[in-house]
């Protein structure tokens, strides 16, 4: 069992549905929730970062960490069609070497259609 | 302010051969990580490093090394490439002390393949 689970889809949802998209890990030791955004032939771009457990809202973005039940969630709001991309949830516990390294889903794709 | 940026952004390399892929972080960003992206596997965590110093690790072979310039610009080598070893490599910088726990920024990646 991988340490971070994500659905890959695809997900497929009409413009100006509420988009839900979630991850469960197993490591306790998580403290740091993040979610990135990747389009094709780009880099991850980060979206939204959460310590520890509760919400946190950016525009259309909604971040929600329950680490009573390692579970983690990002709702896009009025969803567009330049949001298909692939998402990736990512968390992350102190490396050995003393640093933060985040741990990557591997990504759920979704497509808004018009 | 210029992002990441990773050089070259594609490379055809023949199995046996080295290659070497080289990160320019966002100016004043002293972490730079360095990741593995393959369908089937994801984003895998290959090193990380800081003030040219290695502080962590992932669980690749010996084959695959970086370093750190004191100018915070990286580079990984792998050697003895073989066919799994075709994949996107993506540099991420960060300013934050303790790496990445606000998160990364990340270059557009060099899509190695290996023939």
């Known amino acids: 069992q991988k340490e971070v689970e994500q659905d890959p889809g695809p997900l497929s949802v009409p413009e100006g549905a509420i988009v839900s998209l979630n991850c469960t890990y197993s490591?306790?030791?998580?403290?740091?929730f993040m979610w990135y955004r990747q389009y094709s032939r780009k880099g991850p771009e980060l979206l939204m970062y959460?310590?520890?457990?509760g919400n946190k809202e950016d525009g259309r973005f909604t971040a929600q960490v329950d680490k009573s039940s390692k579970y983690i969630s990002l709702f896009i709001r009025d969803s567009q069609p330049s949001d298909s991309a692939t998402y990736l949830c990512?968390?992350?516990?102190?490396?050995?070497?003393?640093?933060?390294?985040?741990?990557f889903g591997r990504g759920t794709s979704l497509i808004v259609h018009p | 302010k210029a992002g990441v940026t990773q050089t070259p952004r594609y490379l055809i390399k023949t199995r046996g051969q080295q290659v070497t892929l080289s990160c320019s972080p966002i100016?004043?960003?002293?972490?730079v990580s360095w990741y593995q992206q393959t369908p089937g596997q994801g984003l895998q965590f290959l090193f990380e490093?800081?003030?040219?110093?290695?502080?962590n690790k992932g669980n690749f072979p010996g084959r695959f090394s970086g370093r750190q310039f004191s100018n915070s610009r990286s580079e990984m080598n792998v050697s003895t490439l073989e066919l799994g070893d075709s994949a996107l490599y993506l540099c991420?910088?960060?300013?934050?002390?303790?790496?990445?726990?606000?998160?990364?920024?990340f270059g557009s990646g060099t899509r190695l393949t290996v023939v």
């Open positions: 100016s004043g960003h002293r972490s």
């Open positions: 490591n306790s030791a998580f403290q740091y």
């Open positions: 990512a968390m992350s516990a102190r490396g050995s070497g003393g640093s933060y390294i985040p741990t």
């Open positions: 490093y800081f003030s040219e110093t290695q502080r």
């Open positions: 991420a910088s960060s300013t934050a002390l303790q790496g990445g726990n606000y998160g990364y920024t």
């Open positions: 959460t310590y520890s457990s």
